[in-house]
């Protein structure tokens, strides 16, 4: 039984130690947040490591399709703004 006890701590110090996290970490699910990030980049069809000008490309693109005067509606305006500025907002200074 102590065996098993000190297998546990060392599999924990050893997830640690080569992942950055605990192993109960991966057992929570992904903050609000991170989901948000997720579905803004899902929404304007961009990826993680894109730049503002891809964003606003995206978003343009976007708007286009989704535009009350081309059939859409302005709640889909509004998400894609907020995904716009939400994406915008994580993006470091230097982009």
């Known amino acids: 039984m102590i065996r098993l006890l000190y297998l546990a701590v060392a599999v924990c110090l050893a997830c640690k130690f080569l992942f950055g996290r605990w ?3 991966y ?3 992904p903050s609000t947040r ?3 990030l ?3 980049r899902k929404l304007l ?3 993680s490591d894109a730049s503002r000008a891809e964003v606003l490309d995206a978003h343009k693109r976007l708007i286009t399709v989704v535009h ?3 059939g859409g509606s302005n709640s889909q305006v ?3 703004n907020a995904a716009r500025d939400l994406l915008l907002d ?5 982009n």
């Open 78 to 80: 509004h998400e894609a």
């Open 34 to 36: 991170s989901q948000a």
């Open 38 to 40: 997720f579905r803004a």
């Open 90 to 94: 994580e993006l470091p200074d230097g």
């Open 68 to 70: 009350p005067d081309k």
């Open 45 to 47: 069809a961009v990826r």
């Open 23 to 25: 192993p109960w970490d």
């Open 27 to 29: 057992l929570r699910p």
